[in-house]
């Protein structure tokens, strides 16, 4: 819920709350409400219950949420890979070579983070 000195205002704001919420673990309905308050319709008052079946492809959302998904999961691989061997090239220089997380895989609570993220959305 969301409050603000008029109606484009607010659906601003509302917008930028459900970008900026994740919850883990279960499944919600958070894609479908991000939708909803992108939607054009919305922001005219326009929506009425066919605007679901007229607008909303759950099965394609989730299949571009997991598309970014494993391509940030694969940056971040990328990234790991070059942590690591600037790591191996400053040790062989005498230099410290610390992680930003620990490890050059990723921590496991970064590895966990990046599976959920492709487990999350509702089916």
Known sequence: MVHARDRDAAIDRLRRALDETEIGGVQ???????????????????????????????????REAVRRALLAAGLDA???VSIAGAAQASAG????????DGDAGGSGWRRAGRGHGVDRWPG
């Open 28 to 62: 919600t309905s958070l894609p479908f409400h991000r939708a909803v308050a992108r939607s054009d319709a919305f922001r005219r008052g326009e929506l009425s219950t066919g605007w679901v079946d007229a607008n909303w492809d759950g099965a394609r959302a989730r």
């Open 93 to 100: 220089r005498g230099g410290g070579g610390a992680h930003r």
């Open 78 to 80: 990328l990234d790991a």
